[in-house]
C-alpha cells in the first residue's frame, strides 16, 4: 500500500512498520504493550517532522491512514491515535476555511445525546461510549482547517488491508486454538475482543467498497487479482461467522449496485441476479444458524398462536424470543414516554427489569435490536426526529458512494449498532468521509 509518504531519513520505514505491527498484534496481553509503544512511536514520528527529517502534512497522512488501520482492532488503540492525531493537529498554525456542516450536524446529534443523559439518572453514565460521536467529527474539522489533504483511495485501501489483516491473523489464532471448527462460528473474532456482529459489518464494508470501485469507476482498490481473492476471501469470512444481518444487507446493496450501475441488458442482469441468489439462498439455509432462527421461529409463533405464557418464558433466554419481548415492551414503553423517552442509558435495563419483573425469569438484558426504535425510546420524538434528519442529509448530499450508508440503514434494522463503539466509528467516519470527497479529489 503506497502511503504517498517520502523521507530520505533512513531508519523511517522500520519505525513505520513497528507501528503497524503493534497495531496488528494488540489484542490479550499484547494490547498493554501496544497501548504504551504506539503513542511514544507517534510522538517520535511527530518529533522526525519538527526536525523536517519528513513533512508535517506526510506526519498528519501517516499517522490518519494509520488510524484507518487500527479500525478493526481490539482494545483502546484506535480511540488513542485519534486523540493522538487530534492533539497533533491541534498544534499547526495552518487555518483555512471550509465548511463544517456534516461535521457540526454530527456534534449537533451528540449534544443532544449528552442532554440526554443529564436528564435521566444515571446521569452520564455510558456517554464515554458514545464519544466517537464527538471525536470523529472534531478529526474531520481539523484536517479541512489544516488543509491535511489526505487520499480516499489510499483510505480505503488501508480500511480493506485492516480487515484483510485482522482476518488473517484470526484464521491462524483460531487455527492455534482448536477453534477453526468447521461449522459456522460466531465466536471467531472473540480473540481479539470483537463481537461477530460488529466485525461482519467491517468485512461487508470492506466487500462493498471493492465491489464499488469495480462496478461503478473500473478501478481496482490494489490490483485485479488481489481484489478478487479479498472479496472471496472476506465472503467466506462473513459466511463463516454467521453474521446473518450484514449478509443478507450486504446481498441488497450488492443486488442494487449490480443493477443500477451495470450496463447489461435486463435479461443478463436477472440471470445473473437468479443465480446469485440461488446460490445465497443455498448456502443461508445449509446454515446451522438459519436452521436454529428458523426454529425458534416456528416455536415463538405457536407460543403467540396460543398464547402460552409458561412455554414463552421457560424460550425467554434464546435470541428470537428475547428479541420479541423487548420488542413488545419497548412499544409498550413507548406509548408513555414518546415525547422525551426514558433516557439512552435506562433502555436495556429498564425493558429488561420489566420483562423480569413479569415471570420471564431466563430472560437476559438486551438491547432493541433496532437503532430506530432505541433512539425513539431512548430521546423521545425530538432526539430520533433529528437522527432522521441526519440520516437523510447524509443520503440527500453523500458524494459518490451511497452503497455504505444503504447498508448500515439496512443493519440498524435489526441490530443498535450505535450503542457501541464500533458501530459508532463505522457510520460517523464513512459517513464524513465521503460527504467531504471533494475537498480530497483524489
Known amino acids: 500500500m503506497n502511503l504517498i509518504i517520502k523521507s530520505n531519513y533512513t531508519p523511517f520505514k522500520l519505525i513505520v512498520g513497528l507501528l503497524f505491527i503493534f497495531i496488528t498484534f494488540s489484542f490479550d496481553k499484547l494490547q498493554i504493550i501496544s497501548t ?141 486454538n482448536g477453534t477453526l471448527i468447521k461449522k459456522t462460528n460466531p465466536l471467531f473474532s472473540i480473540l481479539i475482543d470483537l463481537h461477530h456482529v460488529y466485525y461482519g459489518m467491517f468485512l461487508a464494508i470492506s466487500i462493498i467498497l471493492i465491489s464499488y470501485s469495480w462496478i461503478n469507476s473500473r478501478k481496482k482498490i490494489f490490483s485485479t487479482y488481489w481484489d478478487l481473492l479479498l472479496v472471496l476471501f472476506h465472503t467466506v469470512i462473513l459466511l463463516y461467522i454467521g453474521a446473518r444481518t450484514s449478509i443478507l444487507a450486504t446481498g441488497i446493496v450488492l443486488f442494487i ?120 425510546i431512548g430521546m423521545g420524538i425530538f432526539g430520533f426526529s433529528f437522527f432522521i434528519f441526519l440520516l437523510l442529509k447524509f443520503a440527500i448530499n453523500h458524494d459518490n458512494n451511497l452503497y455504505v450508508l444503504l447498508f448500515l440503514l439496512i443493519v440498524m434494522l435489526t441490530e443498535s449498532i450505535l450503542v457501541r463503539g464500533k458501530g459508532i466509528l463505522l457510520f460517523t467516519f464513512f459517513n464524513l468521509l465521503f460527504v467531504n470527497r471533494k475537498i480530497w479529489n483524489d
Request: proline share 2%; with cysteine; glycine share 2%.
Open 36 to 176: 504504551v509503544t504506539i503513542p511514544i512511536i507517534i510522538t517520535y514520528l511527530f518529533f522526525l517532522s519538527k526536525k523536517e527529517k519528513i513533512a508535517l502534512d506526510d506526519f498528519y497522512k501517516l499517522i490518519f491512514y494509520t488510524l484507518i488501520f487500527s479500525s478493526t482492532s481490539s482494545g483502546h488503540i484506535f480511540k488513542i491515535i485519534l486523540i493522538a492525531l487530534i492533539f497533533f493537529l491541534t498544534l499547526s498554525k495552518k487555518k483555512l476555511k471550509y465548511k463544517h456542516y456534516y461535521e457540526k450536524l454530527t456534534l449537533l446529534f451528540f449534544l443532544l445525546i449528552t442532554i440526554n443523559f443529564a436528564l435521566f439518572s444515571p446521569h452520564f453514565k455510558g456517554l464515554d461510549i458514545l464519544i466517537y460521536f464527538f471525536l470523529i467529527p472534531l478529526l474531520f474539522i481539523l484536517l479541512k482547517k489544516k488543509n491535511v489533504l489526505i487520499s480516499v483511495n489510499t483510505t480505503i485501501k488501508a480500511f480493506v488491508l485492516s480487515c484483510f489483516t485482522q482476518s488473517l491473523l484470526l484464521v491462524v489464532l483460531n487455527l492455534i
Open 257 to 376: 449496485l449490480f443493477f443500477k450501475k451495470t450496463n447489461y441488458t435486463l435479461i443478463k442482469k436477472l440471470t445473473v441476479t437468479i443465480l446469485l441468489m440461488s446460490v445465497a439462498v443455498f448456502l443461508i439455509v445449509k446454515s446451522p444458524r438459519f436452521k436454529q432462527g428458523l426454529n425458534e421461529v416456528e416455536k415463538l409463533t405457536t407460543i403467540i398462536k396460543n398464547n402460552d405464557k409458561e412455554a414463552l418464558v421457560k424460550e425467554s433466554w434464546k435470541n428470537i424470543p428475547m428479541r420479541y419481548l423487548t420488542y413488545k415492551y419497548t412499544f409498550s414503553e413507548l406509548k408513555k414516554h414518546w415525547v422525551l423517552g426514558i433516557g439512552m442509558q435506562n433502555v436495556v435495563d429498564k425493558i429488561s427489569d420489566k420483562i423480569v419483573d413479569d415471570g420471564y425469569i431466563y430472560f437476559l438484558p438486551k438491547n432493541t435490536h433496532n437503532q430506530y426504535l432505541h433512539f425513539f
